[in-house]
């Protein structure tokens, strides 16, 4: 994480976002002490970091003991993000195994529930990814990967209790395509991020954050100029309070 922050610094890039279930990020690796010194740091930078919760954590998960690990493994992840002064966690709703949709729809709304409550007391916020689509006869299936799916969660938790992270290319591989989320749950409510790391894209050959942009603002060509300025800045302006 610190190794992240640094590179953010040098190359002005002020939001990041950081999973803490493995690696030298590990959540039980994290000691008041190294939690206040990169608090301190992104405060003094101006920079914005977010916790991102596995999804191969089972948030619809129904069996005995494993049940209360999935509530404490979230819980302990908003104290982790409330201790690094983190400006979001992101959560997901999970995956059913076909024949048992109700059951795990079920378990995993209320646990949302649980989680958004215990995240608005302790002064958190949360956001709800939309995950992406598994093939007609995969056993497993992401949760909450359409726009029926989320519309269930974010009628049922409050908006100041639960937020939306839109992953594009997820939205993508349905047939409601980005724009059928967007129609849905409004552009006002989304903002333009990367998931690829400067060092990533070098190593791996991936596109620059130059070629991302282009794609927002050419193929992207259903949005008007409005929609795009607000998602390519002026909603994160507002957010943050920059505005």
Same mark, same amino acid.
């Given at each position: 994480?610190?190794?992240?922050?640094?590179?953010?610094?040098a190359?002005?890039?002020?939001?990041?976002?950081?999973?803490a279930d493995?690696?030298?990020?590990?959540?039980e690796?994290?000691?008041?002490?190294?939690?206040?010194?990169?608090?301190?740091?992104?405060?003094?930078?101006?920079?914005?970091? &977010?916790?991102?919760?596995?999804?191969?954590?089972? @948030?619809?998960?129904? /069996?005995?003991?494993?049940?209360?690990? $999935?509530? +404490?493994?979230?819980?302990?992840?908003i104290d982790?993000?409330?201790?690094l002064g983190?400006q979001?966690?992101? $959560?997901?709703?999970?995956?059913?195994?076909?024949?048992?949709?109700?059951?795990? %729809?079920?378990?995993?709304?209320?646990?949302?529930?649980r @989680?958004?409550?215990?995240?608005a007391? %302790?002064g958190?916020? @949360?956001?709800?990814?939309?995950?992406?689509?598994?093939? +007609?006869?995969?056993?497993?299936?992401?949760?909450?990967?359409? $726009?029926?799916?989320?519309?269930?969660y974010?009628?049922?938790?409050?908006?100041?209790?639960?937020?939306?992270?839109?992953t594009?290319?997820?939205?993508?591989? $349905?047939?409601? &395509?980005?724009?059928g989320?967007?129609?849905?749950?409004?552009?006002?409510r989304?903002?333009?991020?990367?998931?690829?790391? &400067?060092?990533?894209?070098?190593?791996?050959?991936?596109? /620059?954050?130059?070629?991302?942009?282009?794609?927002?603002?050419?193929?992207f060509?259903?949005?008007?100029?409005?929609?795009?300025?607000?998602?390519?800045?002026?909603?994160?302006a507002?957010v943050?309070?920059?505005?």
């Amino acid at each position: 994480m610190e190794d992240a922050i640094d590179w953010a610094i040098a190359n002005e890039f002020y939001y990041l976002d950081f999973n803490a279930d493995s690696g030298p990020n590990h959540m039980e690796s994290w000691n008041r002490d190294r939690m206040a010194a990169v608090r301190d740091t992104c405060e003094m930078n101006g920079i914005s970091i &977010g916790l991102h919760t596995l999804s191969a954590v089972n @948030i619809a998960e129904t /069996s005995p003991y494993v049940s209360s690990a $999935v509530d +404490e493994y979230l819980r302990a992840s908003i104290d982790l993000a409330n201790g690094l002064g983190c400006q979001w966690t992101v $959560v997901h709703a999970g995956y059913h195994f076909t024949g048992d949709v109700p059951a795990r %729809t079920k378990a995993s709304l209320e646990r949302l529930q649980r @989680i958004a409550k215990y995240a608005a007391d %302790t002064g958190a916020r @949360i956001l709800l990814e939309n995950l992406n689509y598994e093939p +007609e006869h995969a056993e497993i299936h992401y949760m909450a990967h359409t $726009v029926e799916e989320c519309s269930a969660y974010f009628d049922a938790i409050p908006a100041d209790r639960l937020g939306w992270a839109f992953t594009v290319n997820h939205s993508h591989l $349905v047939p409601e &395509g980005v724009g059928g989320f967007i129609d849905a749950f409004g552009i006002e409510r989304c903002m333009w991020g990367t998931g690829y790391p &400067g060092y990533h894209r070098v190593e791996h050959g991936w596109p /620059s954050l130059a070629d991302e942009l282009k794609i927002v603002r050419e193929a992207f060509d259903w949005l008007t100029d409005e929609s795009r300025s607000l998602l390519l800045g002026d909603n994160a302006a507002r957010v943050w309070g920059l505005s």
